[in-house]
């Protein structure tokens, strides 16, 4: 059962008539099925937690909305803390998108962290069933579009992961699963094992940008390409590596000042000089180094998505210029 909050008519949000008529958002086919996803989808592993404005994540997400971003991408954990961005979009959902729910295509995932103990991390049976449940509840939906391991988990039988993405799927709490973060083989093996299953493996999340091409080097994309399967590219600027903030040193406030995702280290002589390289033939080409690094993620062969994450309006805007860009000077 949905659990609802009323709110004053006045705040009530309506979507813009024109949220599918600007180009800058045309769909792709995910592999080879019937969906089609944004080519720049938005992800909210930050800057929609309980720490987080409400009134901003609102801002944010209608603007994405009514610019044709219908792909809203979740984990259980993001927040922080644990939990809080579904919260965060569960009480969107209450607040704006309820009359719009069949226009939007909402994912989660579990396989990291999320409770204390021996049943809430990694990939057993367990975990993932009351995960679902649980970010079900936080986001108050019945059902959400698409249904992630979120990491492979080496010491779980692959086939105990898999059999209860196919259990979830057939309960009707998610209508498409897919897998993040898995190796070569054990993506093989899923897809063998999904299609005999009647399940088929609907989309790869990887990490792809410039500085990182690991799922074209490793055959990833090319097997999901081969077989129908889409590929969505996460962290395409590398936490920001790939803009201009770092081009004159490690600014106060940023994500590699915080030593938590970013770390000093990674920024040594020889990344810097390549970065600053990158950042001046996009300049002279008359775009931002960000534009360039979207860009080319979305003219990699086997591509569906691009999943950016917004902490304003304005940044996400600059985000979706990337889809109009044809030339890229590489």
Known sequence: MIITHKMDIKDRYTASSDRYADSACLYRRCGSSGVLLPQVSLGLWHNFGADDPYCRSRRITHYA???GITH????NNYGPPYGSAEETFGRLMDDDFRPYRDEMFISTKAGYDMWPGPYGNWGSRKYLMASIDQSLRRMRTDY?????????????????TLQALVDIVRSGKALYVGISRWPL??????????????????????????????????????FCRE?????ISFSPLAQGLLTDRYLNGIPDGSRMSKEHFLKHSMLTPELLAHL???????????????????????????VTSVLVGASSEQQ??????CVKIKDIPL
């Open 65 to 67: 909305f009514d610019h």
């Open 72 to 75: 809203f991408d979740l984990a």
């Open 144 to 160: 959400v579009d698409l249904f992630y391991s979120h990491r492979y988990d080496p010491d779980t039988p692959l086939r105990e």
């Open 185 to 222: 083989e054990a993506l093989r093996y899923a897809y063998d094992y999904l299609d005999r299953h009647d399940v088929p493996l609907l989309i790869y999340q990887g990490r792809l940008n410039m500085l990182d091409r690991s799922p074209q080097q490793e055959g990833i994309i090319a």
């Open 227 to 231: 077989h129908g399967v889409g590929f």
């Open 276 to 302: 600053r390289d990158l950042n001046a033939k996009a300049l002279a080409a008359g775009m931002s180094l960000a534009d360039m690094a979207l860009a080319w993620i979305l003219r990699q062969e086997g």
């Open 316 to 321: 996400l805007a600059q985000d979706l210029a």
